[in-house]
T-cell receptor, first 109, second 113 residues
Framework: DAKTTQPPSMDCAEGRAANLPCNHS???????VYWYRQIHSQGPQYIIH???NNETNEMASLIITEDRKSSTLILPHATLRDTAVYYC??????????FGAGTRLTVKP | DSGVTQTPKHLITATGQRVTLRCSPR?????VYWYQQSLDQGLQFLIH???????AKGNILERFSAQQFPDLHSELNLSSLELGDSALYFC????????????FGPGTRLTVL
C-alpha cells in the first residue's frame, strides 16, 4: 500500500472548517483513500473514504486531487468534540488497514 | 457504541505470564481484526480472521496467537509477556472479508509489570 504523509499536528478554531491534508504521491490506481479518527484512547472511528471523486457524508467531506496524489479531509464546522488524531490511510480493497502517525487536531474555543 | 465488545477493559500482569483477550464482533460481522497500540509504535495491525479462518497477518509476534470461534468471537493470546507488550489492544469487526469500514471496540489496556 502507498505511504501517506500528514502534518503531526494542527489547530482549528471552534465553528470554523478544519482542513486536514494528506499526501499519497505513490498511490496506485486500485487504492482507496480512507480517513479514520481516534478520540483520546478510544477505538478509531471510520469517517469517510473515496477513490477518485470527492465524497461527502454527515461527518465530513473528502477532496481528492485530480492526480490522486493528495487529499484533504474537511470538517465543515469543527467542535471541541472533533479534537482527535486523524489518520489518512491508502489501501487496496483486498489489503488490511495500516495506520500511520496521523494528525493530532486540536479544536480550540 | 460501535457494537464491538472487548473484555477485559484493563489487565495487569507480570512478565512471563500468559493472558487472553476476548472480542465479540458486531452482530452479523464475519471479519475480526486485532491491533496493538503502544506509545512508541502507534497503531499496528496484528491479524485478521474471516469466518473462522486466518486471512492476513501483520506485525504479530510469534509469542502471540489468535483464533476466531464458530460463534465468531475471537481471542488474542499473549504469552511470555514482556514489559514492551504493555499497550492498548483493539479489536475491530467488519461485515465482509474485505470491507471499507471497520468498527472498533473500546480496547483492552494491558499493563505488564
Amino acid at each position: 500500500d502507498a505511504k501517506t504523509t500528514q502534518p503531526p499536528s494542527m489547530d482549528c478554531a471552534e465553528g470554523r472548517a478544519a482542513n486536514l491534508p494528506c499526501n499519497h504521491s505513490t498511490i496506485s490506481g486500485n487504492e482507496y483513500v480512507y480517513w479514520y479518527r481516534q478520540i483520546h484512547s478510544q477505538g478509531p472511528q471510520y469517517i469517510i473514504h473515496g477513490l477518485k471523486n470527492n465524497e461527502t457524508n454527515e461527518m465530513a467531506s473528502l477532496i481528492i486531487t485530480e492526480d490522486r496524489k493528495s487529499s484533504t479531509l474537511i470538517l465543515p464546522h469543527a467542535t471541541l468534540r472533533d479534537t482527535a488524531v486523524y489518520y489518512c490511510i491508502v489501501r487496496a480493497i483486498n489489503n488490511d488497514m495500516r495506520f500511520g502517525a496521523g494528525t493530532r487536531l486540536t479544536v480550540k474555543p | 457504541d460501535s457494537g464491538v465488545t472487548q473484555t477485559p477493559k484493563h489487565l495487569i500482569t507480570a512478565t512471563g505470564q500468559r493472558v487472553t483477550l476476548r472480542c465479540s464482533p458486531r452482530s452479523g460481522d464475519l471479519s475480526v481484526y486485532w491491533y496493538q497500540q503502544s506509545l512508541d509504535q502507534g497503531l499496528q495491525f496484528l491479524i485478521h480472521y474471516y469466518n473462522g479462518e486466518e486471512r492476513a497477518k501483520g506485525n504479530i509476534l510469534e509469542r502471540f496467537s489468535a483464533q476466531q470461534f464458530p460463534d465468531l468471537h475471537s481471542e488474542l493470546n499473549l504469552s511470555s509477556l514482556e514489559l514492551g507488550d504493555s499497550a492498548l489492544y483493539f479489536c475491530a469487526s467488519s461485515v465482509a472479508r474485505t470491507s471499507n469500514e471497520q468498527f472498533f471496540g473500546p480496547g483492552t489496556r494491558l499493563t505488564v509489570l
